[in-house]
Structure formats: structure tokens, C-alpha cells
Nanobody, 120 residues
Framework: QVQLVESGGGLVQPGGSLRLSCAAS????????MGWYRQVPGKQRDLVAV???????NYADSGKGRFAISRDYAKNTVALQMNSLKPEDTAVYYC??????????????WGQGTQVTVSS
């Protein structure tokens, strides 16, 4: 009952920037953690950055110093600003959120993914 929709992916040259956005909707009481993962074909899905309900953020080493996560708690959205992009950042980026549905059932939801391609 919790849906996540990503936007903002695309093609960018090395050194460029992209901003990804994700909005949560549906029947839920609260969101705890909200963030981003990425996946390349043939590899596991890896953490990029997450932020909890208190504003605490965790970043994978690959994005530290280049990526920044932010949340709008009132609007139930999360964004990922990606700067100084590298070819190895090429992946499908997925929004993720966990928390409680209106019934107090725990949820963990994923978006459909958005493609980010960094190439010269």
C-alpha cells in the first residue's frame, strides 16, 4: 500500500551532475528510513545513501563527498544530489523506504528504478 516513484535519471557526461527525486504515497502511518540503492546487471543491489526519521544520513564510500541526500518529511520525499559523476556510477537507482502502514504493519517498499548513465 506504499508506492515510491523515482524521477531525474538520465544520461550525463563524466564530471556532470544529476538530481534524483522520490515521492512516497499510499496508506502509511510513518516512514523511518528513506534512501537510495543502485544496481548494475549481474551485481547485487548496493546502498548509496539513506536518511532516518531524525535526519541522520549514511553514505556508501563510493559516494562520499560527491552525493548528498535530503528529505522533506512533510511531503514524504527524498532526493539525491549527485555531483562529479563517474562512469562507475552508471546503474539503475532505486528509491527505498520502510516504516509503518496505517494498520501498524511494517513495510519496506521499492520504487521502479531510474536509469543513470555516465558516459563520454
Amino acid at each position: 500500500q506504499v508506492q515510491l516513484v523515482e524521477s531525474g535519471g538520465g544520461l550525463v557526461q563524466p564530471g556532470g551532475s544529476l538530481r534524483l527525486s522520490c515521492a512516497a504515497s499510499g496508506s502509511f502511518r510513518s516512514i523511518n528510513r528513506m534512501g537510495w540503492y543502485r544496481q548494475v546487471p549481474g551485481k547485487q543491489r548496493d546502498l548509496v545513501a539513506v536518511m532516518d526519521h531524525g535526519g541522520n544520513a549514511n553514505y556508501a564510500d563510493s559516494g562520499k563527498g560527491r552525493f548528498a541526500i535530503s528529505r522533506d518529511y512533510a511531503k514524504n520525499t527524498v532526493a539525491l544530489q549527485m555531483n562529479s559523476l563517474k562512469p562507475e556510477d552508471t546503474a539503475v537507482y532505486y528509491c527505498n523506504a520502510d516504516g509503518y502502514e496505517s494498520s501498524w504493519k511494517i513495510f519496506n517498499s521499492w520504487g521502479q528504478g531510474t536509469q543513470v548513465t555516465v558516459s563520454s
